[in-house]
């Protein structure tokens, strides 16, 4: 049974830093490429970002390039984001997905962020 349990999240100040962690169990997680997802309130989900199988290729949603950072533990079966310099429009739920393709498995709670002042 593929599970993915994202944790982390919190309410922050803008500016603030928050690292995310998504623990996965059930398939082979170092041959999956690996992306997060995130869904702010009333709007639809959105790619923030994704991460090669091996940790070699990444890709950033515009408005978070500079900002935020994507890396992997094959070893723990770990999946991180390191957000920096957060702004109250990263206030979301953020979700960790195999794959990267529409449509997006939204699996469990996900993790929420609240950038507020």
């Known amino acids: 049974d593929v599970q993915l349990q994202a944790s982390g999240g919190g309410a922050v100040q803008p500016g603030d830093s928050l690292r995310l962690s998504c623990v996965a169990s059930g398939f082979h997680f170092g041959s999956a490429h690996m992306s997060w997802v995130r869904q702010a309130p009333g709007k639809g989900p959105e790619r923030v970002s994704t991460i090669d199988s091996g940790g070699y290729s990444r890709s950033y949603l515009d408005s978070v390039k500079g900002r935020f950072s994507i890396s992997r533990d094959n070893a723990k079966n770990t999946l991180y984001l390191q957000m920096n310099s957060l702004k109250p429009e990263d206030t979301a739920v953020y979700y960790c997905?195999?794959?990267?393709?529409?449509?997006?498995?939204?699996r469990g709670p996900g993790t929420l962020v609240t950038v507020s002042s």
């Open positions: 997905i195999i794959g990267f393709l529409e449509p997006w498995d939204l």
